[in-house]
């Protein structure tokens, strides 16, 4: 029963993700499948970012950087010197992911040691540093970014690619990452390092003091997000055939934050909602020349009125929500 | 060769100073409130835009004192709707509020004005002419940055320490709470320092218009390089953050002698990076950083 | 389920507000332009270009007696909304052509998708890569950053001038000229003694023109479309760095002229007519074209149009004649611009085949300067 109860939302999405799919195709919408398919990739660096300031507190500014690193490192690796990995294509996304991991590891251990407007600006000076080597960077191409990504062969005959015909199956691909990111997130927030993690977002010295090594624990979760990003970055750089410094921008950074504010800080499963929903409206153009400018207000908005995220609005939702899970028992 | 060292050297100066005044802002509401305010770039771009569109119809000095004067209502106005009646709000809920704000102003200036450069004639002389030095050269309007600069230190030195208004400012930075049973009434000098920062910002735009030229989305870049000069002089700190500033654009300028343009930004971020790893109290003394988090203002 | 119904809600929310727009029968035309962003400087001319072209030719009874529909979205100049909203305009709008993208990056990255799709391209964009290989499906009609290259090193010639210095900005418009300069170079006889990149939130160049006005060269060369270059000019003039300076075709904006002020007297650039329209005697071809797209330019927004609004009114233009003679079959229109022959632009006049999907030649521009702060020809 309360195995159940945890899962709901991973079951929820789930089956969301089936319905919307059949729904689209069958009023002959299925074109929002790209959409789609993109906004889920965003999803799951915001899903990462969530797990970090929802439940360790700690605020980054410099997440593109990650989504950045992952998605260069593949695209580099499957174009330059005419495909490093040319004999096993499908080691390029991993090999990205381990860099990742890696630069968040070294990164982290210092970051993660400043606190409240430091750890901010740390963050945000280290995404700006990526994203200036981007841009000073030939093997990186610069401002024109890395074109002609190839397509890439998973198991049983499924393939990352953004062709047409191969529209519905990389849906699934990106949302079935997605829900398993829900799931792995959902049970690291129950577990031991869950209840540490928010002891540390409740006060640092107490959980200190009650023994928590916080250092690690904020470390690992930080890794962990920055893995979440470089997915995402690696599996769209693949989809989209492409990849420009704009992903690497503060910008960027700026939005997840946004989005996983807008979701609730300490909500997956709202978070997923949002930034899948907000993501998918924005790559359609549907803010025109004011997209920016709704996500800045959105940022006020939701932090004048809302710090619980859009969904801590509605009555009702908030007592059943998966926050209450994440409560000290 | 010593009069090309002499040349980096004011270049450095140059863009130094243009950091130094940046960051002077930043120094100012984090002084009475403890919070960074993250759209003070923002604040620049407005002042220059301001000054720019009313140099127009207005003599030079006089609409740089009516964009000063515009942009520091500007600050009051958003203090007022933004940030006054948010009761202790957390260093995470503060960052994100003027992240959002500069976000809004930014776009809110692209179509009040448009996507074009500006730029404010120069003080003195004009765009060619410049001060010859032992074979190097500097425009006058570097001496107009440094000059107001200077200005903006001693006022705000003065101002900080011996008026009873802003050592209540620090008092309320310190400890809300106590200096609010002391009989200080900190709402309205949280709100008198938002129209300070924003008029020192709209005037340090002005200054540098000349050189830096004005545009709606200047604010984010130069937020950053006035933070790391703030960081770096401590926070808080004002003299400490020029010093900082010019420290950092020689240091930028000397980069570019040995090293591409493209990775100058790299080296002074680096350099933020390293300072807040191993010297989180600032270049110059002053509180560690890693202790201003858990203040919950 | 309450949560359910959020995401029921949310769903509908997005299949509403992004529903599309069934107009009866009209011709649909993407573009994809850097409205805002970092490219604005070059796309919003071309956004106003287009709006004015579209609503004019329907005020005027519109195109095979059926109404335009221009679906213009503002990529800010990010691959991934290109990428996007090219497949959104291909899939579910099914545009006869698209417009852009802006810059070059963008246009790389679905240049593939257009091509594959079958979907007419007409890039705004300068970089090389983007008609060379040709794709059978892709065009651009800005001209060639070749061209710019070779008609500054043939006056930096006529000049004596041998060494030069180089900066960029590290745009693809900044990065595309440096490699055509790094490439003609040699032929020319010129030596490119030191080369650099700027970022466009610049807000000082003098470290870095002193350590280039240390290689003792004889003039610049600065090829970006920022207002940075604004500052270079004047940085020169303050380190006292008396060199003649060239610049690219990306100068061709008046309000550069007007930041850099005195500075920006004596700047040697190549670029299309337009620029000086009024100034080209009465039997240049392509001068009732220019004069009549400035003065509409100008008397819509008020502003002098620059090269880029160019580049929209020509990939528009062509597209509509093309639209105006074989309908809107897309391989007949296809097939058709690939035979344009002697099309008067503003950039230069068009000739396309199948092994050159550019169309221009090198005489499309015309080395200007800046004289009392206006553009002027180049004194032979």
Redesign the interface.
């Known amino acids: 029963m309360s195995l159940l109860r945890r899962y709901l939302p991973v079951i929820l999405l789930a089956a969301v993700v089936v319905i919307v799919q059949i729904l689209l195709s069958a009023t002959k919408l299925d074109y929002f499948l790209t959409q789609l398919t993109m906004s889920a990739y965003y999803t799951l660096v915001t899903l990462g970012l969530c797990l970090l300031m929802g439940y360790a507190g700690q605020v980054s500014l410099g997440h593109a950087g990650f989504f950045a690193i992952g998605a260069y490192t593949t695209a580099v690796l499957s174009t330059a010197g005419a495909g490093l990995l040319r004999f096993a294509p499908w080691l390029s996304i991993p090999t990205a992911v381990v860099l990742t991991a890696l630069v968040a590891l070294v990164i982290g251990m210092p970051v993660l040691r400043l606190r409240g407007h430091y750890l901010a600006m740390a963050t945000l000076a280290f995404g700006f540093i990526v994203s200036r080597v981007i841009l000073g960077t030939s093997l990186f191409g610069q401002a024109d970014g890395i074109s002609d990504i190839p397509a890439i062969r998973l198991f049983a005959g499924l393939v990352i690619s953004g062709k047409r015909t191969l529209r519905v199956q990389n849906y699934y691909i990106a949302w079935t990452l997605v829900t398993i990111g829900l799931f792995l997130a959902i049970n690291l927030v129950g577990s031991r390092v869950g209840r540490a993690l928010r002891a540390i977002n409740g006060n640092e010295e107490a959980a200190a003091a009650m023994g928590v090594n916080v250092s690690r624990y904020k470390l690992a979760v930080f890794v962990t997000s920055a893995v979440y990003a470089s997915v995402g970055g690696a599996f769209l750089a693949h989809y989209n055939g492409g990849i420009g410094p704009s992903e690497a921008g503060v910008m960027k950074s700026v939005r997840y934050v946004a989005l996983v504010a807008a979701g609730g800080m300490g909500s997956p499963w709202g978070t997923v909602a949002v930034s899948a929903l907000l993501t998918f409206l924005s790559l359609r153009g549907a803010f025109g020349l004011f997209d920016d400018a709704v996500f800045g207000a959105l940022l006020v908005a939701i932090m004048l009125f809302a710090p619980n995220g859009l969904f801590g609005l509605l009555p009702g939702l908030r007592r059943g929500g998966p926050r209450r899970a994440g409560r000290p028992r | 060769m010593g009069a090309?060292l002499l040349?980096?050297l004011?270049?450095?100066v140059?863009?130094g100073s243009?950091y130094a005044i940046v960051g002077i802002g930043f120094t100012i509401i984090y002084n009475s409130t403890g919070?960074?305010n993250f759209a003070q770039g923002e604040f620049l771009m407005l002042g220059g835009m301001i000054s720019v569109s009313l140099a127009h119809v207005l003599p030079l000095a006089a609409a740089v004192a009516a964009a000063v004067v515009i942009t520091g209502l500007i600050g009051v106005l958003l203090q007022l709707v933004?940030i006054s009646w948010?009761r202790s709000?957390s260093?995470?809920?503060m960052?994100?509020?003027t992240?959002?704000?500069?976000?809004?102003i930014?776009?809110?200036a692209?179509h009040v004005w448009?996507?074009?450069?500006?730029?404010l004639?120069f003080w003195t002389g004009?765009?060619?002419?410049?001060l010859?030095v032992l074979g190097a050269?500097?425009?006058p309007q570097v001496l107009w940055v440094l000059g107001v600069c200077g200005l903006m230190v001693a006022a705000l030195s003065l101002f900080f320490r011996s008026t009873l208004t802003g050592r209540a400012m620090r008092a309320c930075a310190s400890n809300a709470n106590a200096a609010r049973l002391c009989g200080i009434r900190t709402s309205l000098l949280v709100t008198l320092s938002f129209f300070i920062a924003a008029a020192m910002g709209a005037l340090a735009g002005c200054v540098?218009s000349p050189?830096?030229?004005t545009?709606y989305?200047?604010g984010?870049?130069?937020a950053?390089k006035g933070?790391?000069c703030a960081?770096l002089g401590g926070?808080g700190n004002v003299t400490a953050a020029v010093a900082a500033g010019l420290l950092i654009g020689v240091l930028?300028?000397a980069s570019?002698?040995i090293l591409?343009?493209?990775?100058?930004?790299?080296v002074s971020?680096?350099i933020?990076?390293a300072i807040?790893?191993f010297r989180?109290e600032g270049l110059f003394g002053g509180r560690p950083?890693?202790l201003?988090?858990?203040?919950r203002a | 389920m309450s949560r359910k119904r959020v995401f029921a809600l949310a769903l509908l929310c997005a299949v509403i507000f992004a529903a599309p727009m069934f107009a009866a029968d009209t011709i649909k035309i993407g573009a994809l332009i850097a409205v805002t962003g970092p490219a604005a400087n070059l796309g919003l001319p071309e956004a106003r270009t287009l709006q004015m072209l579209v609503d004019d030719m329907n005020a005027s009874g519109g195109l095979l007696g059926r109404k335009i529909e221009l679906i213009l979205k503002d990529t800010k100049a990010n691959t991934e909304n290109a990428v996007s909203f090219a497949k959104q305009l291909v899939e579910e709008s099914q545009v006869i052509a698209i417009i852009g993208p802006t810059t070059s990056g963008e246009s790389m990255a679905v240049k593939a998708y257009a091509d594959q799709n079958e979907q007419i391209l007409i890039s705004c964009a300068a970089a090389e890569t983007i008609v060379n290989p040709v794709a059978k499906w892709v065009f651009k009609v800005a001209p060639m950053d070749s061209f710019v290259a070779q008609m500054i090193f043939s006056t930096m010639k006529k000049m004596g001038i041998t060494r030069i210095g180089v900066m960029c900005s590290n745009s693809g418009f900044g990065q595309g000229g440096k490699g055509q300069l790094a490439k003609y170079a040699p032929g020319a006889g010129i030596q490119i003694v030191i080369a650099e990149d700027y970022d466009k939130d610049s807000t000082d160049l003098t470290s870095v023109l002193t350590k280039i006005k240390a290689q003792n060269v004889q003039a610049m060369v600065n090829w970006s479309t920022e207002p940075a270059q604004s500052i270079v000019l004047k940085n020169m003039k303050q380190l006292g760095f008396d060199v003649p300076i060239f610049q690219s075709h990306g100068f061709g904006n008046i309000a550069y002229v007007e930041a850099a002020g005195k500075a920006a007297e004596g700047t040697i650039f190549p670029c299309g007519r337009i620029l000086v329209a009024d100034a080209l005697p009465a039997d240049n071809p392509q001068k009732k074209a220019l004069v009549g797209y400035r003065s509409a330019y100008m008397a819509k927004f008020g502003e002098e149009p620059s090269t880029f609004g160019g580049h929209a009114w020509d990939s528009y233009s062509i597209i509509a004649a093309a639209v105006a003679k074989v309908g809107t079959d897309r391989a007949k229109v296809r097939d058709y611009i690939e035979g344009v022959k002697g099309f008067i632009g503003i950039s230069g006049v068009f000739t396309f085949s199948p092994t050159d999907h550019n169309g221009l030649t090198p005489d499309a521009m015309e080395m200007l300067t800046v004289k009392d702060g206006r553009f002027a020809p180049l004194g032979k």
């Open positions: 090309q040349q980096y004011f270049s450095g140059t863009t243009i919070i960074i933004f948010l709000p260093v995470l809920r960052i994100i509020i992240i959002g704000l500069s976000i809004l930014r776009e809110a692209l448009n996507e074009k450069v500006r730029a004639p004009d765009e060619t002419s410049s010859a050269r500097i425009s540098i050189l830096t030229q545009q989305d200047m984010t870049s130069l950053i933070f790391t960081v926070l930028e300028s570019i002698s591409p343009l493209a990775y100058k930004d790299v971020l680096a933020m990076l807040l790893f989180p950083a890693s201003l988090g858990t203040r």
